[in-house]
């Protein structure tokens, strides 16, 4: 993930935004028990 990208919940609509690189190999972002998904620009 990079910093300044954004995911959605597409069940309630929560918006996240990266703030800072995540260097991990595989990271989860879990809402509403399902992964988020890239907001689109």
Same mark, same amino acid.
């Given at each position: 993930?990079?910093? *300044?990208?954004?995911?959605?919940?597409?069940?309630?609509g929560?918006?996240v935004?990266?703030?800072?690189a995540?260097?991990?190999t595989?990271?989860?972002?879990?809402?509403? *028990?399902?992964?988020l998904?890239?907001?689109?620009?």
């Amino acid at each position: 993930m990079k910093k *300044g990208e954004k995911y959605k919940c597409q069940k309630c609509g929560l918006v996240v935004v990266i703030d800072s690189a995540c260097t991990c190999t595989a990271c989860d972002l879990i809402c509403c *028990g399902l992964p988020l998904k890239p907001a689109k620009k």
